[in-house]
């Protein structure tokens, strides 16, 4: 006797969602280019290439006095000084509102504890540096302060998140024989999502040290504020050995961060 082969099931209703999502997303870039009204001729255009390479000239050569180099070596000190410090308060304060943000103490606390994240990391570091500059004054205090709220708001979103994705069953084993709920916490939910949480600090110190370069600026201090000052002067060649020293350290700490990070999944 022969059986007759099970019929296929039936094909999966066809989703319309994805292509229209990329319809929009094509319109939207559409839309940018027709509005920016980019003049790119203009741009390459013989005479603005011109004056665009006679005024890189003036960077050369940079100034390599002595004096000189060891007021950048100094100010190059003050930016990693902000960018690490600042990562460092944002760290601690990230840590602790991402224990509500993660839903731990309940729903109410951790809309409020989320609504204060977003607030933070919704103004830019510079915005942030110019309200602090008026409460402690120009150098790089205000600086280190910008950075740790706007990236204490970034990393205490993503510590949230991580929690939220811990697996919950160690800690509640080791609350069911009797462990504290801070105790458990520490053994069982925070080695979990420790890797992740460093990972991501690391990544956030490369992008502070960018931030407190830019911060000087404003008046904050650091590397920034030696650009400003010889930009301002029209001191060209003394601006290109800034510049110089903020790719060295962005580069140094670039690599630091990249061999940290290895170890730590090591």
Same mark, same amino acid.
């Given at each position: 006797m022969t059986t007759r082969p099970a019929s296929p099931p039936p094909a999966p209703p066809r989703s319309w969602s994805t292509p229209l999502l990329l319809v929009g997303l094509l319109a939207l870039v559409v839309a940018s280019f027709a509005t920016l009204q980019l003049e790119l001729a203009a741009f390459l255009a013989p005479e603005s290439l011109g004056t665009t390479l006679e005024f890189l000239s003036g960077f050369a050569p940079p100034d390599l006095a002595p004096a000189f180099l060891r007021k950048t070596l100094g100010a190059a000190l003050e930016t990693l000084s902000m960018s690490a410090l600042g990562t460092l308060l944002a760290v601690v304060a990230g840590l602790l509102l991402a224990l509500p943000a993660? !839903?731990?103490? !309940? @729903?109410p606390p951790r809309a409020a504890v989320r609504l204060l994240l977003n607030v933070l990391r919704s103004i830019p570091e510079l915005v942030w540096a110019? +309200?602090?500059l008026v409460a402690a004054g120009l150098g790089p205090?205000? !600086?280190? +302060?910008?950075? !740790?709220?706007h990236t204490a708001g970034v990393l205490g979103r993503l510590f949230a998140d991580a929690l939220e994705n811990a697996e919950p069953l160690p800690e509640a084993a080791l609350r069911n024989n009797g462990a504290p709920a801070? @105790?458990?916490?520490? $053994? @069982?939910?925070l080695p979990q999502?420790?890797?992740?949480?460093?990972? $991501?600090? +690391?990544?956030?110190?490369? /992008? /502070?040290?960018?931030?407190?370069?830019v911060l000087g600026v404003v008046g904050a201090g650091g590397l920034g504020q030696m650009l400003k000052y010889h930009l301002s002067l029209f001191?060209?060649?003394s601006a290109a050995t800034v510049v110089l020293a903020m790719l060295l350290l962005v580069a140094l700490v670039d690599a630091a961060s990249f061999a940290l990070r290895r170890a730590l999944t090591r």
């Open positions: 993660s !839903g731990r103490w !309940g @729903a110019a +309200l602090l205090f205000a !600086g280190t +302060l910008a950075l !740790g709220a801070l @105790a458990a916490f520490f $053994y @069982a939910t999502t420790l890797p992740q949480m460093l990972s $991501y600090t +690391l990544y956030r110190w490369e /992008n /502070n040290i960018r931030a407190a370069a001191q060209m060649q």
